[in-house]
């Protein structure tokens, strides 16, 4: 399959595969995000202070695109990540490897992250474990992200580690990768999968169109 036909459809060929798997976010998609918060915690006790008194975790925050619509709005930003690429508020370490986030004023924590495709399970399923009853994580995947057996086995099968939202992007958008040039459109529909820990009810679908939830 030409590199051509891999860009068109999302992926990245080989020899363009961006190192540490690093594909920074769009604004786009950050945006996107800050309103998905903003819904998926609303009628929330946890959150009912507003997201002013929450803490954001960026999981793989790579130049902190992300967390970069809650500056200022929030209570603090924390980010982690195998290497330092330049983020003010990062700690350089595996996020497979964190056993506690550190919250002194004990805040409702949000994790949010673009997780490396390869171990993006395993990062759904460490992030879960981090988190209190009632938290949230959003984690960016493509829409394929809802089939496959391993998935469903490892997390949709248990009622409790269902996602309650997957807010879909109604247009396609694309991850903007600062290593590699002409990577064409994308042909991949990405969707942003909200988890609330302990919840146990049906998995709900809205849409992400010019950047509102619907």
Not at 131 to 154: A, K, M, P
């Amino acid at each position: 399959m030409s590199d051509k036909v891999f860009k068109l459809l999302g992926a990245h060929s080989t020899t363009e595969r961006a190192k540490d798997d690093f594909y920074q976010s769009s604004p786009e998609i950050a945006n996107a995000l800050f309103e998905c918060v903003k819904a998926g915690s609303k009628r929330n006790d946890l959150y009912a202070e507003g997201l002013e008194e929450t803490v954001i975790i960026d999981s793989s925050v790579g130049t902190g695109t992300l967390l970069e619509p809650f500056r200022y709005k929030c209570w603090s930003l924390i980010g982690y990540d195998i290497a330092d690429r330049g983020y003010k508020f990062v700690s350089v370490q595996d996020w497979l490897t964190v056993k506690e986030i550190p919250n002194p004023r004990n805040k409702p924590k949000v994790i949010v992250q673009n997780p490396p495709f390869k171990l993006a399970l395993e990062f759904v399923q460490h992030s879960l474990e981090l988190l209190n009853n009632g938290e949230l994580l959003f984690s960016l995947h493509r829409i394929q992200f809802l089939e496959g057996l391993e998935r469903f086995e490892n997390l949709y099968k248990n009622k409790y580690k269902r996602p309650k939202y997957v807010f879909v992007f109604t247009k396609r958008v694309s991850c903007i990768t600062p290593d590699i040039e002409n990577k064409g459109q994308n042909a991949v529909c990405f969707a942003w999968f909200m988890w609330q820990k302990g919840y146990r009810g049906s998995t709900q679908i809205k849409w992400i169109v010019d950047g509102e939830i619907r």
